[in-house]
């Protein structure tokens, strides 16, 4: 595993075109196949290990999604145990155990998928099972909350590295949007924001793109570009393709508008 400690953005396997048959729902089992085929298809091997990937996005047209969704967590689990056994019986090695992710995407066409895989040591997936080896498998976070939003102690913690001089002065609060009421620190350098699980700031919105907008600190301000979204991405109500944005401007990107503010002196 040291050879490997971290493969994140190694590979992405995007599959489509998949089910074009004559059922009109996609069902569970064809979910699970292919799946499994992504997993084969991306292997990486190492000098003493075969790899396979542990993150699977997997992004379905809404009306395929709602009843896939509709089964919950337990059949997310499910899927993470079949792909899990699937890969022991190849002797192939995660670097933890897989977990699942399903979108809503109606640039998807009904019955059909895009599957993004990817390596990535820091998730941590339960099952839930009482028997299982807590040993088994490093705890480093949550997989459902491995974004880089701050959630409840946001302010405390932006305080306390200020005072340490390490962080910038300034932090990005969502106030409109399925995020609102959260807050994600401005480093001082770029950033992308969209729905894609590999964006420094993740956000949860359907009309957000899944890579949106660019951020780059400056010397005059923040400079905001847009990546081709669908929906576009606006300052002060105004649509921009690039701009520059100062504290106290709306950034509104999909159904989300963020505020650039200063960290308040304790």
Known sequence: MSLLTRFEGMAEYLFTGAFKKGGARLQPVELAKELV???????????????????????????????????????????????????????????????????????????????????????????????????????ESNWRENTTIFRESVMTNLRAEDSAGRISNYFLEIIEGPDKGQSFKLPEHDIYIGRHGQCDLVLHDPEVSRRHLKI??????????????????????QRITHQTAAPGDRIQIGLSVLVIQKVPLP
């Open 37 to 139: 085929k992504a997993m084969f298809r991306n292997k990486q091997i190492s000098i003493s290990q075969v790899y396979v990937p542990n993150i699977y996005r997997v992004y379905l047209h809404s009306s395929d999604w709602g009843p896939l969704a509709s089964f919950g967590e337990v059949f997310l689990i499910e899927l993470s145990k079949y792909l899990y056994t699937e890969a022991e019986r190849e002797g192939y090695t995660f670097l933890s155990k897989p977990a699942i992710e399903l979108h809503s995407d109606d640039t998807v066409n009904p019955r059909e998928m895009i599957i993004e895989i990817d390596f990535d040591d820091s998730i941590d997936v339960e099952w839930g099972d009482e028997e299982e080896n807590e040993n088994d498998f490093p705890k």
């Open 216 to 237: 780059t600190p400056g010397e005059n301000g923040w400079r905001l570009d847009d990546l081709g979204s669908t929906n576009g991405s606006f300052v002060n109500s």
